[in-house]
């Protein structure tokens, strides 16, 4: 049995962070030569926001461009790391009884390659992608993450893409400088302490965190890649955040490392 590899959350941010140097993109770099290199990848990206489960099953999965009104340098990026059949296999066997949909026509979207192009610049490791299911409530996804956790043990890095704070309304567009919103700091640092004291309750029931939580989750599929990561951790393993900052004063690029 090889070693348990970490479960790990990244606030992606921007798309535009696939082509930039700056603080969150060299932490992810260091990330990646970190880590103890996993065999695949598994990806829960925000992006993939979906009325079903499903998983890609295919060899080689398409980069998606998923945004519009960026630089053409965006749209040329291609993240060409291949698929991996028996990986797929291996979660629909895991989530069962539940249907999961054996995906040949998705691909990786930007919240998976963006972060993934720093983490493994030569796309040398498999990458497989789960959806999220729009249509189930948090408590599906955080125990779905935890029926996955025995990946953990088989090589495969969990990866889940997002943003704890997301907010788009409130983003200081234009890229002019934008102090954090204090609501934006309050729920951020009331969902990491919660993630070091080992309370899962209200982070999956993250509206008990108050008027903070409505205007920092105001839809849920950034923040809910966060529980698939929650779930495959593992009681009293060490939680640290090796990436932390606020983009445009709403938008999270904190990191959640399990392990």
Do not use: C
């Amino acid at each position: 049995m090889s070693a348990r590899l970490p479960a790990l959350f990244l606030g992606h941010g921007s798309p535009l962070n696939a082509l930039r140097a700056n603080p969150w993109t060299r932490a992810w770099s260091a990330l990646g030569a970190a880590l103890p290199r996993p065999r695949a990848v598994l990806a829960v990206s925000a992006h993939w926001y979906v009325p079903a489960t499903a998983v890609t099953a295919m060899a080689t999965p398409r980069t998606i461009h998923d945004f519009g009104g960026f630089p053409r340098e965006l749209y040329e990026v291609r993240y060409p790391a291949p698929g991996e059949a028996t990986l797929a296999a291996r979660v629909q066997q895991l989530l069962a009884p539940l249907a999961v949909l054996a995906d040949h026509s998705w691909g990786l979207d930007h919240g998976t390659w963006s972060v993934l192009r720093h983490m493994f610049p030569q796309a040398d490791v498999p990458v497989v992608q789960l959806s999220i299911d729009e249509t189930r409530a948090a408590a599906f996804h955080h125990e779905l993450g935890a029926r996955l956790r025995p990946l953990r043990d088989e090589g495969v890095l969990i990866l889940g893409s997002g943003d704890v704070v997301h907010n788009l309304h409130a983003y200081a567009w234009g890229g002019h400088p934008q102090e954090p919103y204090d609501w934006a700091l309050r729920f951020e640092a009331a969902v990491r302490a919660r993630l070091e004291a080992g309370e899962h309750a209200p982070l999956i029931d993250y509206g008990v965190l108050g008027k903070d939580a409505l205007l920092s989750v105001p839809t849920p599929e950034h923040y809910l890649p966060l529980l698939y990561v929650l779930g495959a951790s593992v009681a009293g393993e060490p939680v640290t955040f090796p990436v932390e900052g606020m983009d445009g004063g709403s938008v999270s690029m904190l990191a959640v490392r399990f392990g």
